[in-house]
């Protein structure tokens, strides 16, 4: 029962911690462009044991004029990922994004 309580207590304490795993980096003029924000493009990056070694590389594709926001993520499902695997494997969400002009 105690290992069951310490499982739960370090699964919320992840839960709850992950959403300071969250970076946005603006390029171009994004932050000065108008509009409404929209996703260009998604992908995933994989990891092996504890995020030393890369399996492949993510490219996500970017807008022409290069007026985009890069967000990476750790989701949820990234944490599932994580924890079942016990750290093995890890991943996390790559979010472009970028402004569509308002009429």
């Known amino acids: 029962m105690k290992k069951l309580k310490f ?7 992840l839960l709850i ?5 969250t970076t946005k980096t603006p390029v171009g003029n994004y932050m ?4 409404k924000e929209v996703t260009f493009d998604k992908g995933k990056q994989f990891w092996l044991f ?13 807008p022409q ?4 926001q ?4 750790y989701k949820f499902v990234d944490v599932l990922i994580f924890g079942v695997t016990g ?3 890890s ?13």
Not at 7 to 13: N, T
Not at 70 to 73: A, I, P
């Open 32 to 35: 000065e462009t108008p509009g």
């Open 50 to 62: 504890w995020g030393l070694v890369p399996l492949g590389r993510t490219h996500v594709n970017t």
């Open 91 to 103: 991943s996390y969400s790559i979010k472009v994004e970028t402004k569509k002009a308002e009429q």
């Open 70 to 73: 890069v967000v990476t993520k």
């Open 65 to 68: 004029d290069g007026n985009c």
């Open 87 to 89: 750290g093995i494997v």
């Open 17 to 21: 911690v992950t959403s300071c795993m």
């Open 7 to 13: 499982l739960f207590l370090q699964l919320s304490v």
